[in-house]
Protein backbone atom coordinates (compact mmCIF):
# COMPACT_ATOMS: atom_id res chain seq x y z
CA UNK A 1 0.00 0.00 0.00
CA UNK A 2 2.45 2.50 1.20
CA UNK A 3 4.48 1.80 -2.75
CA UNK A 4 1.25 2.67 -4.54
CA UNK A 5 1.50 5.97 -2.65
CA UNK A 6 5.03 6.76 -2.84
CA UNK A 7 4.13 6.62 -6.55
CA UNK A 8 1.34 8.46 -6.80
CA UNK A 9 3.52 11.35 -4.97
CA UNK A 10 5.78 11.06 -7.19
CA UNK A 11 3.73 11.12 -10.29
CA UNK A 12 2.88 14.30 -8.97
CA UNK A 13 5.95 16.19 -8.06
CA UNK A 14 6.53 15.26 -11.95
CA UNK A 15 3.95 16.58 -13.10
CA UNK A 16 4.15 19.63 -10.83
CA UNK A 17 8.07 19.58 -12.46
CA UNK A 18 6.83 19.79 -16.30
CA UNK A 19 5.78 22.82 -16.43
CA UNK A 20 5.62 24.87 -19.76
CA UNK A 21 8.55 26.02 -21.43
CA UNK A 22 9.32 29.77 -20.64
CA UNK A 23 9.48 31.92 -23.56
CA UNK A 24 12.67 33.22 -24.24
CA UNK A 25 12.83 36.28 -25.46
CA UNK A 26 15.26 39.07 -26.94
CA UNK A 27 16.12 42.75 -25.16
CA UNK A 28 13.46 43.84 -27.61
CA UNK A 29 11.03 41.81 -26.66
CA UNK A 30 11.09 39.40 -29.70
CA UNK A 31 10.50 35.45 -28.79
CA UNK A 32 12.57 33.42 -30.14
CA UNK A 33 12.06 30.20 -28.68
CA UNK A 34 9.99 29.12 -32.00
CA UNK A 35 12.78 29.93 -34.51
CA UNK A 36 14.87 27.61 -35.83
CA UNK A 37 17.80 28.37 -37.73
CA UNK A 38 18.15 26.56 -40.61
CA UNK A 39 21.91 24.44 -40.08
CA UNK A 40 24.88 25.44 -42.19
CA UNK A 41 25.92 23.72 -45.38
CA UNK A 42 28.81 22.27 -44.22
CA UNK A 43 27.10 20.99 -41.05
CA UNK A 44 24.36 19.21 -42.95
CA UNK A 45 26.56 16.02 -43.63
CA UNK A 46 27.16 15.19 -39.73
CA UNK A 47 27.05 12.28 -37.98
CA UNK A 48 23.97 10.23 -40.27
CA UNK A 49 26.37 10.26 -43.58
CA UNK A 50 28.27 7.07 -44.05
CA UNK A 51 31.88 6.69 -42.21
CA UNK A 52 34.72 6.93 -42.68
CA UNK A 53 36.58 3.22 -43.34
CA UNK A 54 39.16 2.05 -41.01
CA UNK A 55 42.04 1.95 -43.35
CA UNK A 56 45.48 1.30 -41.16
CA UNK A 57 47.39 1.36 -44.19
CA UNK A 58 47.26 5.40 -43.69
CA UNK A 59 50.34 5.66 -41.41
CA UNK A 60 51.74 3.15 -39.52
CA UNK A 61 51.93 2.66 -35.52
CA UNK A 62 53.58 4.71 -33.93
CA UNK A 63 56.22 3.66 -31.98
CA UNK A 64 55.97 3.25 -27.78
CA UNK A 65 58.43 5.38 -27.02
CA UNK A 66 56.42 8.79 -28.81
CA UNK A 67 53.26 8.08 -26.92
CA UNK A 68 52.30 10.94 -24.14
CA UNK A 69 55.25 12.45 -25.72
CA UNK A 70 55.91 16.09 -26.47
CA UNK A 71 56.72 16.78 -30.38
CA UNK A 72 58.36 20.13 -31.12
CA UNK A 73 59.10 21.65 -34.58
CA UNK A 74 62.32 23.88 -35.35
CA UNK A 75 60.44 27.70 -35.92
CA UNK A 76 59.89 28.22 -39.63
CA UNK A 77 57.81 30.64 -41.15
CA UNK A 78 57.71 32.08 -37.59
CA UNK A 79 55.43 29.34 -36.36
CA UNK A 80 55.62 26.67 -33.98
CA UNK A 81 54.10 23.28 -34.04
CA UNK A 82 53.54 21.18 -31.34
CA UNK A 83 52.20 17.83 -30.91
CA UNK A 84 51.86 14.71 -28.90
CA UNK A 85 50.48 11.62 -30.11
CA UNK A 86 47.45 8.90 -27.61
CA UNK A 87 46.51 5.67 -27.53
CA UNK A 88 42.72 5.04 -27.05
CA UNK A 89 42.29 1.42 -27.58
CA UNK A 90 43.32 0.71 -30.69
CA UNK A 91 43.04 3.68 -32.14
CA UNK A 92 46.18 6.80 -32.22
CA UNK A 93 45.19 10.26 -32.23
CA UNK A 94 47.73 12.83 -32.95
CA UNK A 95 46.97 16.48 -31.78
CA UNK A 96 49.48 19.45 -33.52
CA UNK A 97 49.07 22.85 -32.03
CA UNK A 98 50.47 26.00 -34.53
CA UNK A 99 51.81 29.07 -32.66
CA UNK A 100 52.63 31.99 -34.79
CA UNK A 101 55.87 33.15 -32.61
Known amino acids: MTSTVARELHKE ?3 ELEAPAIPITTASGTDV ?3 HLAAPAH ?3 G ?3 PGLSDDASVLPVPSHVVLHHLSTSAIRNGVLAVGNTTRYRTKY ?3 IYYKPT
Request: proline share 0%; net charge neutral; hydrophobic share 25%.
Open 93 to 95: LTT
Open 33 to 35: TSV
Open 13 to 15: ERT
Open 47 to 49: LDG
Open 43 to 45: TRL
